[in-house]
């Protein structure tokens, strides 16, 4: 038997098809399993930091405090950057839940920690934040229990006071 022309055409469409079907089956499968195991045991899901309704009104790192006032933001000390834009990246910030067992695993390298209060528009009481730098990563108790990893360059969260951000 002998194809023409248009015959190898459609037998080269067929097998680029079955190609692109093979290679999205992994993906299409995985997806599929996610969305019916998802409800019974969540995987590492990413959590904010502050809830989303919340808005910093003043921030205080250890060695730097951001406060909003009727002109804009203010820092002391004074630093060199767009605080605006430093504030969204807090406000904004998201990790991965830590589990308690990778927490146990993480217990001996948790050396020094920085807190962090986060006041709100609102609110009466801070958010205190407790951040350990790590190797890899920046380890967050959020202040109601939960523990999230982010992995961010240390200037990003906890500037120098010379950093040009």
Known sequence: ?????RGWNNVIIIGVLAF????????????????????????STVIPLFAPDRVIQQLLLPKMTFQHSLTGWNSQPSVAFDIATFIARWQTLKGTKVTEQQLLGLKNQLLVPNTVEAWFVGHSQPQRITAYQLSHFWLF?????????????????????????
């Open 1 to 5: 038997m002998r194809l023409t022309r």
């Open 20 to 43: 692109i079907a093979v290679i999205q089956l992994p993906e299409l499968l995985r997806a599929r399993l996610a969305t019916t195991t998802t409800s019974v045991a969540p995987s």
């Open 141 to 165: 108790n959020n202040g109601a229990g939960e523990w999230l990893a982010v992995t961010v360059a240390s200037d990003f969260l906890f500037p120098s006071l010379v950093a040009k951000l």
